[in-house]
């Protein structure tokens, strides 16, 4: 008995999604205000300008660094060299 009643609820929230967002998909979709990937766009073997980020009104990127993983390989910066990734430095243990 209870099973039928899950398929209820779940019925009721898939029409009501579809009430609400199909509408709003379609009418982007038709006045093509779609956002595109440019990601795919950027032709092999172009260098990009490095991005830097903006913190107290300073342009900051990551220092230069080198440290062993997991596997006791070690990892700098040039590993990641055209690439986006985020760095988070962070102590496991606090000397003071």
Known sequence: MK???TYIWVSLIVLVFGIIFIPRIVERIKSGSIVEN???NVAEGVER???YITLNDKKRR???FSFLNQDSLLITNE???GKVY???FFFTTCPT
Do not use: A, G, Q, S
Request: a positive charge.
């Open 3 to 5: 099973k039928k009643y």
């Open 38 to 40: 440019t990601r795919m």
């Open 49 to 51: 300008p490095l991005e």
């Open 62 to 64: 990551v220092p230069p």
């Open 79 to 81: 590993d990641y060299k």
């Open 86 to 88: 985020v760095v988070e």
